[in-house]
């Protein structure tokens, strides 16, 4: 099994451009969600998902979006990047037990 | 307001020197706390989760315990191979409804052991 899949693993964005963050799993897990990591802040919850087409907004969900069409599949689109929102990105999934993160996305807006 | 403090920040041990992690929560209903250990440029690895006050686990040379206000990591005979950041997250009941499934992470207690 592979997990947690995301991808791409670098990017760098200029202000104002949009992308979409994958993130895949393979585990059928309902509970997804998606997390940044910065330096000296714990990671922080953006938007979570409890199954497909069910989605909610976390502690810091301003300039991302989000949509779970399957069980499998959860991206994170970010509108119209800024600075602020250079960090590193992971994903997590649930079903149970303990959290299955991803290996992370590290994003740079410039 | 759910809070989670973790120290120290730094900790730097020989090899063989026993310590201990702590992480210390504030939260309306804990339904969880779970350990993760990061090792740089990767993702949070699940190590425990631990549900009430005087429960423990171990793996290996870690040993986790929780009490109602705190949670320790103890390492036994660390070696170099642990080094690592571990990181301390609670999963609270929600205050007003909603998922229940949401973690508040710690920034994480970076470990260094040397050999």
């Known amino acids: 099994n592979a997990g947690v899949t995301q991808t791409p693993k670098f990017q760098v964005l200029k202000t104002g451009q949009s992308m979409t963050l994958q993130c895949a799993q393979d585990?059928?897990?309902?509970?997804m969600s998606w997390y940044r990591q910065d330096p000296g802040m714990g990671l922080r919850l953006i938007h979570y998902s409890v199954g497909a087409g069910i989605t909610d907004q976390g502690e810091v969900p301003n300039g991302y979006n989000v949509s779970r069409s399957t069980t499998e599949d959860f991206p994170l689109r970010l509108l119209s990047a800024a600075p602020s929102q250079t960090s590193v990105y992971f994903c997590?999934?649930?079903?149970?037990?303990?959290?299955?993160f991803g290996s992370g996305t590290r994003l740079t807006v410039v | 307001e759910d809070q989670v403090t973790q120290s120290p920040e730094a900790l730097r041990l020989q090899e063989g020197e026993s310590s201990s992690l702590n992480c210390s929560y504030t939260?309306?209903?804990?339904?969880?706390l779970f350990w993760y250990r990061q090792d740089p440029g990767k993702g949070p690895e699940f190590l425990f989760t631990?549900?009430?006050a005087g429960e423990e686990k171990e793996k290996e040379r870690l040993k986790a315990t929780l009490t109602k206000k705190e949670s320790f990591l103890h390492i036994t005979a660390p070696k170099p191979e642990d080094s690592a950041t571990y990181l301390c997250?609670?999963?609270?009941?929600?205050?007003?409804?909603?998922?229940?499934?949401?973690?508040?992470f710690g920034t994480g207690t970076l470990l260094a052991v040397q050999p």
């Open positions: 997250a609670v999963q609270a009941s929600p205050r007003y409804g909603g998922a229940t499934n949401k973690l508040i």
């Open positions: 939260v309306s209903g804990l339904r969880g």
């Open positions: 585990m059928n897990h309902e509970y």
């Open positions: 631990l549900y009430s």
């Open positions: 997590a999934s649930r079903q149970g037990g303990g959290y299955t």
